[in-house]
């Protein structure tokens, strides 16, 4: 099989990282008999560098004419001083729009080898494996008007703006991923406070009816920023809006100990997706072969999961990454006791290799679902 990928590798450590996706693309073609055509395109900071523009027309015409997109990195120090409108995560803004990606999903997931690495109890930690899905179109990021007003700027507006198409649709993505995992769906919201929350917690009691297989609760988002801390445990799929989401999600990526394990995906209605790591660009140790790859490694794994149809591919790769980290390999970002520290070269050779295996006797389970 044929596919075309895009491949952003985007600023600071974003190009180390995507070097890791094509060599695992590469070794999974190989083992399983695909083709893929990789090519690369700038956004964020490195596109205002040579285009003038987060977001050049060439890297959205590629996008959309490819079978999926990956994306490193974005944004910077560099561009800090640039106006809002200018800068790089605008470009990431304005693909997820154009791209219509409008369902963001974080795994969260606990590796038992880096429950050490945890801010949280081992106990706590370790028991852990969720799923956050984020509504990525609408809400404060995205309402009109947003802007300052008065003579001196002494008043700010932004509109929180949602619409019921909005908010079924992603109610509904997430009801399916519940649906097939353990059942168990809680929806996030502020409906004590805000209509926008109301409307959104009707949809999803309306909702519930089409999937009486799925156990709902909601909960107020200042509740669930403290039960994700307490426990953890109890969550399986989480549904929440733009904003709550982007907050929740970035809490939860620290129970696993770092933001370099953890990969992320933003899906169209069709299942066409944007493929991108969790932490940043790290500007600060860019080039000096310290960056984690395992989480841009691990969203090349849920692209072929999710957009291309190859799961079997997909949990290849999944299975590579935990049996390098069992067998005591990390970056110089994980704390794991007795461990072999290793750069970010020979960490992608490391999963690169085992991906290759023909035999799936390596040790270690599927991380993600």
């Not at 947003?146 to 909005?166: A, F, H, K, P, W």
């Not at 696993?256 to 940043?280: D, K, Q, R």
Request: charged share 25%; aromatic share 6%; hydrophobic share 40%.
């Amino acid at each position: 099989m044929k596919k075309k990928i895009a491949v952003l590798p985007g600023d600071g450590i974003g190009r180390e990282i995507a070097s890791g996706a094509a060599a695992v693309l590469e070794a999974a073609g190989k083992r399983f008999g695909h083709e893929f055509e990789i090519e690369y395109a700038e956004i964020g900071g490195a596109a205002i560098d040579a285009h003038g523009t987060p977001l050049p027309d060439s890297t959205l015409e590629l996008a959309k004419n490819s079978d999926a997109v990956l994306l490193g990195a974005v944004g910077g120090p560099k561009w800090d001083n640039l106006p809002s409108a200018q800068r790089p995560e605008r470009g990431l803004l304005a693909i997820r729009k154009e791209l219509g990606l409008f369902a963001n999903l974080r795994p969260i997931p606990s590796f038992q080898k880096l429950v050490q690495s945890s801010p949280l109890k081992p106990e706590i930690a370790g028991n852990v494996n969720m799923l956050i899905v984020r509504e990525l179109t609408g809400g404060l990021y995205f309402g009109k008007p947003s802007e300052r007003r008065g003579e001196n700027n002494e008043v700010v507006v932004d509109t929180l703006q949602y619409t019921r198409d909005e908010i079924e649709r992603i109610v509904v993505k997430a009801f399916e991923f519940a649906s097939g995992r353990s059942g168990r769906l809680t929806s996030v919201d502020k409906a004590n406070v805000l209509e926008s929350s109301r409307m959104w917690r009707e949809i999803v009691n309306e909702k519930a009816a089409d999937y009486p297989n799925v156990t709902v609760d909601h909960m107020y988002v200042d509740a669930a920023a403290m039960k994700l801390i307490s426990s953890p445990g109890q969550f399986d799929v989480i549904v929440t809006e733009n904003l709550f989401g982007d907050i929740l999600s970035d809490e939860a990526s620290m129970i696993t100990g770092s933001l370099g394990m953890l990969p992320s995906a933003s899906l169209s209605e069709s299942g066409f997706g944007l493929y991108e790591p969790v932490h940043g660009s790290a500007p600060d140790i860019a080039g000096q072969n310290k960056a984690n790859p395992l989480a841009m490694i691990l969203s090349t794994a849920l692209m072929l999961k999710y957009s291309l149809n190859m799961r079997e591919e997909g949990e290849a790769i999944e299975r590579a990454v935990q049996s390098v980290l069992n067998d005591g390999y990390c970056t110089s970002d994980l704390q794991m006791e007795g461990s072999t520290v290793v750069g970010t070269d020979q960490m992608i050779e490391l999963v690169t290799k085992r991906v290759a295996e023909e035999s799936d006797n390596i040790s270690g389970n599927i991380v993600y679902m």
